[in-house]
T-cell receptor, first 112, second 116 residues
């Protein structure tokens, strides 16, 4: 089945630093790809998505491009803020029930 | 739009009690709801999938008699952890989807269950 693999953290950055969190996928065809964010003690929020190859998803300064050549969907942000501190999950459809399956999550800590 | 409400947000109870967690879709009809479990510092693992009016489909290794799932209406699914024990302590998150499998999943805020 489909799967995603993301870099393991934690990642610690200073405010205004550049962020990259790598995610690669293995899939039959080209399923939609997602990045979810989980703030401490909360559930998951959809951050951005891309539904087909070469699509770029963007939201709140974050971007990710669906690249079929490298089977990747890396999350980037040019200038992180302390409020971006959270756990980020890469996800795609792939379960037997058509459900989302998630990477292991990458914890980001941004220091002032 | 597409709001999913999960209640309660936190439960602390004694070993041996049963705990019910509700998941409601507030502004859409959820034909399918998913229940995930998240261990500390780990990813979300799908426990079961419920379709309105049907029996839930459980993932391998999940005890269906331990984790009872009911999806009696298009806006409500419940997860009951029966005779809970400390090893059941975890973060449980529900997700709801309408229609076919390529529709987005919308997540609740999760329930932190602590069994003493």
């Amino acid at each position: 089945g489909n799967s995603v693999t993301q870099m393991e953290g934690p990642v610690t950055l200073s405010e205004e630093a550049f962020l990259t969190i790598n995610c690669t996928y293995t899939a039959t065809g080209y399923p939609s790809l997602f990045w979810y964010v989980q703030y401490p003690g909360e559930g998951l929020q959809l951050l951005l998505k891309a539904t087909k190859a070469d699509d770029k998803g963007s939201n709140k300064g974050f971007e990710a491009t669906y690249r079929k050549e490298t089977t990747s969907f890396h999350l980037e942000k040019g200038s992180v803020q302390v409020s971006d501190s959270a756990v980020y999950f890469c996800a795609t459809y792939g379960g037997s029930q058509g459900n989302l399956i998630f990477g292991k999550g990458t914890k980001l800590s941004v220091k002032p | 739009g597409a709001v999913v409400s999960q209640h309660p947000s936190r439960v602390i109870c004694k070993s041996g009690t049963s705990v019910k967690i509700e998941c409601r879709s507030l502004d859409f009809q959820a034909t399918t709801m998913f229940w995930y479990r998240q261990f500390p510092k780990q990813s979300l693992m799908l426990m079961a999938t419920s379709n309105e009016g049907s029996k839930a489909t459980y993932e391998q290794g999940v005890e269906k008699d331990k984790f009872l799932i009911n999806h009696a209406s298009l806006t409500l699914s419940t997860l009951t952890v029966t005779s809970a024990h400390p090893e059941d302590s975890s973060f449980y998150i529900c997700s709801a989807r309408t229609g076919v499998s390529n529709q987005p999943q919308h997540f609740g805020d999760g329930t932190r269950l602590s069994i003493l």
